[in-house]
Each structure stands twice: as C-alpha cells, then as structure tokens.
C-alpha cells in the first residue's frame, strides 16, 4: 500500500514547489508539475477502488509516523484505506486531476498561476488527508486544511473586494461549524478516551441509551449530544440550513474553483464524515432524526431559491446544497451507502455542469447573468451536449423497468425510495421533501438551459460583450483580477420584473456582433471525460453501492433490511421522482420557450413570495441583523473604549505621557549655569550627610 503515500502527498509535494517557485519557475512548469502530481494520485487511486468492488477486502492501515504522546492521550498519523476512503479517493482525486487540467485554459490570462494552482494541490492534499484520517485528530487537521484552502482560493483575485469578503464570509461561517466539531472531538475523547476512529466505533454501540453526560448544566443522552455536536460540524462544511450562507457567496473565486469545492471536495467532506462515524449516529435515534429532518430542509430551501436565480454559477451552487440535503437525509434514515453513492454519481455530473458553467462564461466573455445568453447551443456545441448530460443526470432520467438511466436517476431516486421505505415520520416527511424538491430541481436545470442555449441572443445588452466588441476593434481588455465579475445588482435594478425574454428585438440579430467561440481543448477534454461519468456511473456501480453488504465490509453501518425494503415500494413511489421530472420540463419549456412572458406574470402574481425566494428566504438579512451588527458594535466597544480608551489610556500612551513630562521637568534643571549645578551639588552632599549622621 506504499502508492498510498503517493496518493497524498503528491499533490503536497507539487503545491510546495509551485508555490515556493511560484514566478521563478514560471507559469508552465507550475502547471505541469501540479497537473502531474494530480493524475499521478487519479491514476493510483482507481485500481485500490476497483479492487475494493470485489468485496470483502479489510481495511488497512499505513503508519507515516509518530505523533503525538501526552499522557493517556496518544495518536499517530496513520492512513486508513477501506471501501469508504477508496470511494473518496477517487472522487477527490479524479475531480481534482480534470479541474486542473480545465485550469489551464481557463486561467491561461491569469498573471498569477502559479499561486492558483500550488493552492489547488494544497487544496486537494488536505482533503486527502481528510478521508485518510484513522484519528480524529488527524481528520480534524485535513478538515481546517479544507477550511484554509478554500479561503486562499475564494479569495483569489484578492484586489477583488466581493472576492475578499466571500473568503472571509466562507472562513467565519465554517469555523462556527467548527466550533461544534471541536467540541465533538473533545467530548469524544472524554468519553471514549481515545481519538482512534475503529476503537471508538467499536465502542460506541455498546453506550446506546446507556449513559448520560452533562452538557450545559443538563444531563442528556450522551451518544446524543455528541453526534449533534459532530453533526454541526457537518453543517458547516457541507453547508447545511442555518449555516448555509457562505455557499453561494464561494462563487466569487474562479469557476474552476467552484467544481473543486461544489463537486467532490470540501461540501462532500461532512457527508463523509457523518457515514465514517455511522455506528455511533446509529446509537443516536435522536440524532439521525436531526440529520434528516435539516438534511430535508436544506434540500427544500435550496431547491426554491435556486429557482428564480439568474446567475449561473449561483444556480449550481444552490443545486449543490440541494443535493447535500438529499445525501444528509439518506445518511438520517440510515441509508450510509445510498448517501454516498449519490455523493459518487453527484461528483461526475456536478463537476460537469460547473466546469460547463465556465466554458459558457468563458465564451461570453465571463458574463454570467442567463439573461444575456440565449442561442448557444450553435455556437458552442460540445459544451451544450456535455452540460445537456450532467442536466439528464441531475434531473434524474431513466427508466426503472429498463433500468438503464443517467447518474442521478439511480443515486437520487435511491434515496426517495429508501426515505419512503424507512417507515418513519421523519422518513416520510423527508420523501415528501425528496419529490418536490425534484421538481424544483428539474425545473430550475431545465430553465438554465432553456434561458442559455435556446431562444434568441440577448448578448447586446451584456456591457461585458460590449466591452468584448470593443477590444475586439483595437483594444485587449486584462482582465486577471475582474474576470469574474457578477453584476446581480446592475442587472437586478435594471430587470427587476424578469424582463429576459425578448429585449435583444430592437437590436438586429441580438448578438452585437459579437460571435461566441468553443472553448480550447484543454478545456473541453474534462467536459467530455465528466460526461461519461454522468452518464455511466450510475449504470455500472449501482450494484456495487446499493444492494452489496460485502462492499462496505464494516466501513459504514450497513443495513441490509433497509436497502431490501427499499426494493419493496410500490411502483408509484419508484416512478416519482420521473413523473415530477418531467412535470418541472414542461413547465420550464411553457416558461422559457412556448411562453416567455409566462415567468413575469407567475413572478408579478405571488410578489412577497417570489421576493422572499429571490432574496434567500433573507437569512442573509436576517444573520446582518442578528449576528453581524451587534458583532460590529461589540468590536466598535472593545477598540474605542477598552483598547484605546483604556489599554492605551494608562498603558503605552500613559508610559509616553509620564516620560514627556517627566523630560520636561528635568529640562527645567538643566539650566546651564554653573552656580545652579554647584548648588544642587552642595545639597546633595549636605543630605548624604545628614543620612549617615541619622
């Protein structure tokens, strides 16, 4: 298991030589050297996960080294491979490889490359870390490496000040999460006094129900209260209600970004750590019943709001919470494998879309407002077939009684069935959720495409492709720092009334002038290679994740009687996730193609809703109101009156004061004359006198 090694410290090795040369090396040798190292781990991890669909293959364990030895306390950093950590292996490392060669072209005018992609590999090391972890602790030190990467990258056009306060919106956020995995940890360890992740596993099912903790002068259930403890944690990470705010706002980093943390990588991570520490959520009824009812929630709001969104890289992103609610739900309801095989086919079509998302920006001259597309499909025909398959696979189409379908059909309608068949009242609400928010979802994907690659151009009114047409007759517009810029405020104010459908008629063809291109290779490859993973990878591990005790070998709880009865719903609950499918089609092709004043007059027609959806049910309102205001106002407090007020005051300011009042006195003495120093000279030998006399 030595290619272990390499698999995760690979892509360490290569961010530190491209970050450490960085313009020394210059920018192809950085690329190359971060690449390599990438599709070196991608092509080590697929054998140990292939291997792993044989079944009934043990865990094993490779040491690094020793760690830490305090006392009871004792932990070294080991590498846990099972069938869980090759799943994640593959996922992280495979999305990873194909954003970094997407980076290429897409970054190819950036003037910092180098640092983008030595943070990509550090990114990408730490997430390996990660799912590796045999140790809480050591899962906890991949989990703020995420945390830290994903800062650096939000934040990389830093001159940017959106970008800026995304990074930071994304940093505080998480570490609120953090905050409750923390105390996850210690409580953990307090409990169980180890960090071991199996010696705590094999514990934990004897402590269902059977012991109380004191939390907050109270005594709870203690499997209870640390699960939820863990599970906040979870929240923040995988950006679950409540502290889902930051998601959106990680838009602001380069698209390629958004595929790296969106896809595979940092909102997957609670969801995987919620399956890896299953035995002990399964002594925690309580706890599941948390997950799934958030989980539910989550897939609900994100659902609706994603809806009426006009960005379209924002419109993915609340896709991508959606999604981790449906997973988060699964996992509630007991359903570890049907978690994680969405999680496995979400990362082939979710990385697909939003790297089809920046080809599409990248030809319009990185506009991202859907109202400015329109026509595409001709222009650029390879990125609307490779974003028209990782629409199949979201949405969910296919056949049960053929059983043939695209990723998503299998993943998500394994879930819907699975929370149907659960029995329990969480359960059923859960699928209640499930099918609606399918509707949504297949609403607002289909309307993505609708708005983007059918009806007329509406280029002309994009100041970006004016700008572009502009270049194009003598001007080259640098665009490093800027190029992703998204106006929602310009384009709200000026089309607050969904006026997207036919506003480019007064200007010829709508098009400006301006003709998209196809993006480069390097940028198209990655969309061809997702592409088939969103159509197959459904198809060919559905057997595998769902129906396989002996896949999982212990890496989850697995529950069998669970997954056959999910084989037993009735016919309706297995076609409903296709009936509503195909009910949020029509609906978004009445919309967007058949009808397009349709969406104007619904949106005028429920007003306060549509807002309140359009706004983003104003939790970000509401959490400026709450949190940040009296947050600023405490600062204000602190700086004003303790630091400077008081610290200052009598502290350095004071020390300065006395000194310079001090000198001035003495400057009163140093008058110069002789006769004065002689005097004082006579004094002072007159009191040494006197004391020794005394």
């Not at 998601?247 to 943390?261: K, N, Q, R, W």
């Not at 929602?488 to 036919?502: L, P, Y």
């Not at 056959?564 to 409903?576: D, G, R, T």
């Given at each position: 298991?030595?290619s272990?090694?390499?698999?995760?410290?690979?892509?360490?090795?290569?961010?530190?030589?491209?970050?450490?040369?960085?313009?020394?090396?210059?920018?192809?040798?950085?690329?190359?050297?971060?690449?390599?190292?990438?599709?070196?781990?991608?092509?080590?991890?697929?054998?140990?996960?292939?291997?792993?669909?044989?079944?009934?293959?043990?865990?094993?364990?490779?040491?690094?080294?020793?760690?830490?030895?305090?006392?009871?306390?004792?932990?070294?950093?080991?590498?846990?491979?099972?069938?869980?950590?090759?799943?994640?292996?593959?996922?992280?490392?495979?999305?990873?490889?194909?954003?970094?060669?997407?980076?290429?072209?897409?970054?190819?005018?950036?003037?910092?490359?180098?640092?983008?992609?030595?943070?990509?590999?550090?990114?990408?090391?730490?997430?390996?870390?990660?799912?590796?972890?045999?140790?809480?602790?050591?899962?906890?030190?991949g989990?703020?490496?995420?945390?830290?990467?994903?800062?650096?990258?939000?934040?990389?056009?830093?001159?940017?000040?959106?970008?800026?306060?995304?990074?930071?919106?994304?940093?505080?956020?998480?570490?609120?999460?953090?905050?409750?995995?923390?105390?996850?940890i210690?409580?953990?360890?307090?409990?169980?006094?180890?960090?071991?992740?199996?010696?705590?596993?094999?514990?934990?099912?004897?402590?269902?129900?059977?012991?109380?903790?004191?939390?907050?002068?109270?005594?709870?259930?203690?499997?209870?209260?640390?699960?939820?403890?863990?599970?906040?944690?979870?929240?923040?990470?995988?950006?679950?209600?409540?502290?889902?705010?930051w998601?959106?706002?990680?838009?602001?980093?380069?698209?390629?970004?958004?595929?790296?943390?969106?896809?595979?990588?940092?909102?997957?991570?609670?969801?995987?750590?919620?399956?890896?520490?299953?035995?002990?959520?399964?002594?925690?009824?309580i706890?599941?019943?948390?997950?799934?009812?958030?989980?539910?929630?989550?897939?609900?709001?994100?659902?609706?709001?994603?809806?009426?969104?006009?960005?379209?890289?924002?419109?993915?992103?609340?896709?991508?919470?959606?999604?981790?609610?449906?997973?988060?739900?699964?996992?509630?309801v007991?359903?570890?494998g049907?978690?994680?095989?969405?999680?496995?086919?979400?990362?082939?079509?979710?990385?697909?879309?939003?790297?089809?998302?920046?080809?599409?920006?990248?030809?319009?001259?990185?506009?991202?407002?859907?109202?400015?597309?329109?026509?595409?499909?001709?222009?650029?025909?390879?990125?609307?077939?490779a974003?028209?398959?990782?629409?199949?696979?979201?949405t969910?189409v296919?056949?049960?009684?053929?059983?043939?379908?695209?990723?998503?059909?299998?993943?998500?309608?394994?879930?819907?069935?699975?929370?149907?068949?659960?029995?329990?009242?969480?359960?059923?609400?859960?699928?209640?959720?499930?099918?609606?928010?399918?509707?949504?979802?297949?609403?607002?994907?289909?309307?993505?495409?609708?708005?983007?690659?059918?009806?007329?151009?509406?280029?002309?009114?994009?100041?970006h492709?004016?700008?572009?047409?502009?270049?194009?007759?003598?001007?080259?517009?640098?665009?490093?720092?800027?190029?992703?810029?998204?106006?929602?405020?310009?384009?709200?104010?000026?089309?607050?009334?969904?006026?997207?459908?036919?506003?480019?008629?007064?200007?010829?063809?709508?098009?400006?002038?301006?003709?998209?291109?196809?993006?480069?290779?390097?940028?198209?490859?990655?969309?061809?290679?997702?592409?088939?993973?969103?159509?197959?990878?459904?198809?060919v591990?559905?057997?595998?994740?769902?129906?396989?005790?002996?896949?999982?070998?212990?890496?989850?709880?697995?529950?069998?009687?669970?997954m056959?009865?999910?084989?037993?719903?009735?016919?309706?609950?297995?076609?409903?996730a296709?009936?509503?499918?195909?009910?949020?089609?029509?609906?978004?092709?009445?919309?967007?193609?058949?009808?397009?004043?349709?969406?104007?007059?619904?949106?005028?027609?429920?007003?306060?809703?549509?807002?309140?959806?359009?706004?983003?049910?104003?939790?970000?309102?509401?959490?400026?109101?709450?949190?940040?205001?009296?947050?600023?106002?405490?600062?204000?407090?602190?700086?004003?009156?303790?630091?400077?007020?008081?610290?200052?005051?009598?502290?350095?300011?004071?020390?300065?004061?006395?000194?310079?009042?001090?000198?001035?006195?003495?400057?009163?003495?140093?008058?110069?004359?002789?006769?004065?120093?002689?005097?004082?000279?006579?004094?002072?030998?007159?009191?040494?006198?006197?004391?020794?006399?005394?």
């Open positions: 298991m030595s272990i090694l390499i698999i995760v410290f690979a892509p360490l090795l290569a961010s530190i030589i491209a970050g450490l040369g960085n313009r020394h090396i210059g920018n192809v040798p950085a690329k190359i050297i971060t690449t390599a190292g990438l599709f070196i781990s991608c092509g080590l991890s697929w054998p140990i996960f292939i291997h792993y669909l044989g079944g009934d293959v043990p865990a094993q364990v490779v040491p690094v080294l020793k760690w830490v030895q305090s006392g009871s306390m004792s932990f070294d950093w080991a590498l846990r491979v099972d069938t869980l950590t090759a799943i994640m292996l593959v996922v992280i490392t495979s999305v990873s490889a194909l954003v970094h060669l997407y980076s290429w072209g897409y970054m190819d005018e950036d003037p910092d490359q180098p640092r983008f992609f030595a943070y990509l590999s550090l990114f990408t090391f730490a997430m390996l870390m990660l799912v590796t972890a045999d140790n809480l602790v050591q899962m906890f030190f989990w703020e490496g995420v945390g830290l990467a994903s800062y650096l990258l939000i934040g990389f056009w830093f001159k940017k000040p959106s970008a800026g306060a995304a990074a930071i919106k994304a940093f505080v956020v998480n570490r609120v999460g953090d905050l409750g995995f923390m105390l996850g210690f409580g953990t360890f307090l409990v169980f006094q180890t960090t071991s992740i199996p010696e705590i596993l094999a514990a934990a099912p004897a402590l269902k129900g059977a012991s109380s903790i004191g939390f907050l002068g109270m005594r709870v259930d203690t499997m209870t209260v640390l699960c939820l403890l863990l599970f906040v944690g979870a929240m923040g990470k995988s950006a679950q209600l409540g502290l889902h705010t998601l959106p706002d990680a838009m602001e980093g380069p698209t390629p970004v958004s595929a790296l943390i969106h896809a595979a990588t940092m909102v997957t991570a609670g969801v995987f750590m919620v399956c890896r520490l299953s035995p002990m959520f399964e002594a925690a009824p706890a599941l019943g948390v997950v799934t009812f958030i989980g539910a929630a989550t897939c609900l709001f994100a659902a609706t709001v994603g809806t009426t969104q006009w960005d379209i890289k924002r419109v993915i992103a609340y896709s991508t919470c959606s999604q981790l609610g449906y997973m988060f739900f699964a996992a509630g007991g359903a570890y049907a978690a994680m095989f969405h999680l496995f086919t979400h990362a082939f079509f979710k990385a697909l879309l939003f790297l089809g998302a920046g080809s599409v920006i990248h030809a319009m001259h990185h506009e991202q407002d859907m109202r400015f597309y329109g026509g595409l499909r001709r222009h650029i025909p390879i990125t609307f077939w974003m028209m398959a990782g629409t199949l696979a979201i969910g296919g056949v049960y009684h053929l059983g043939v379908g695209f990723a998503g059909f299998f993943s998500k309608d394994a879930i819907i069935e699975v929370a149907y068949a659960s029995g329990t009242e969480v359960g059923r609400f859960a699928f209640w959720i499930g099918v609606f928010a399918a509707l949504l979802t297949s609403f607002y994907s289909w309307r993505l495409m609708f708005l983007t690659f059918w009806g007329k151009p509406r280029w002309i009114q994009s100041e492709i004016q700008h572009a047409v502009h270049d194009a007759h003598g001007h080259h517009d640098d665009h490093a720092d800027y190029a992703h810029t998204a106006h929602d405020d310009r384009a709200h104010a000026a089309h607050a009334d969904h006026g997207h459908d036919d506003h480019a008629h007064d200007h010829g063809d709508g098009t400006g002038g301006y003709h998209p291109h196809e993006s480069p290779l390097v940028m198209l490859i990655p969309l061809i290679v997702l592409s088939v993973g969103a159509v197959a990878a459904g198809q591990f559905k057997g595998a994740f769902l129906d396989t005790a002996a896949f999982w070998n212990g890496s989850i709880a697995y529950n069998e009687h669970l056959h009865a999910m084989h037993e719903v009735p016919y309706l609950v297995k076609y409903a296709l009936i509503v499918m195909l009910l949020g089609l029509l609906i978004a092709w009445y919309g967007y193609i058949r009808n397009t004043n349709f969406p104007r007059s619904v949106a005028e027609q429920l007003g306060p809703v549509y807002r309140f959806l359009f706004n983003k049910w104003y939790f970000d309102q509401l959490y400026h109101v709450v949190f940040i205001k009296p947050a600023l106002w405490l600062g204000r407090q602190f700086w004003q009156r303790g630091d400077v007020g008081l610290i200052d005051r009598f502290g350095p300011n004071g020390a300065a004061w006395l000194v310079d009042r001090g000198a001035v006195l003495a400057k009163k003495v140093q008058s110069g004359y002789l006769t004065s120093y002689a005097l004082v000279m006579l004094l002072g030998l007159v009191a040494a006198i006197s004391w020794v006399l005394v």
